[in-house]
């Protein structure tokens, strides 16, 4: 099993900046990715960022040049360094472990945490 626990949502005004992170415990040896997904009210959760353990990363066309994911593998923990916040990135954002085991994938999630950008 594996343990996320987030942090660093809150409110914040359009323009402005947030950093989330995502500790991560437990039988972090078999993770090969975390990431960051959000969802908005009445609306499908999204993939925003993702971090392999090579390094790799990709993002939302929406958060691109905007948004950066990082990670430190010594504290398990992933971060997301958010710039230039709109309104529309307001959402519960989760991190998400994905472990590969003999081949098989395992996901686990974050308790999530709330963002809040006004206009």
């Known amino acids: 099993q594996v343990q996320l626990v987030e942090s660093g949502g809150g409110l914040v005004q359009a323009g402005g900046s947030l950093r989330l992170s995502c500790a991560a415990s437990?039988?972090?040896?078999?993770?090969?990715?975390m990431g960051w997904y959000r969802q908005a009210p009445g609306k499908e959760r999204e993939l925003v960022a993702r971090?392999?353990?090579?390094?790799?990363?990709n993002y939302a066309d929406s958060v691109k040049g905007r948004f950066t994911i990082s990670r430190d593998s010594a504290k398990n923990t992933v971060y997301l360094q958010m710039n230039s916040l709109k309104p529309e990135d307001a959402a519960v954002y989760y991190c998400?472990?994905?472990?590969?085991?003999?081949?098989?994938?395992?996901?686990?999630w974050g308790q999530g945490t709330q963002v809040t950008v006004s206009s």
């Open positions: 998400n472990a994905h472990r590969l085991v003999a081949g098989k994938g395992y996901d686990y």
């Open positions: 437990g039988r972090t040896f078999s993770i090969n990715a």
């Open positions: 971090i392999t353990i090579g390094g790799s990363t």
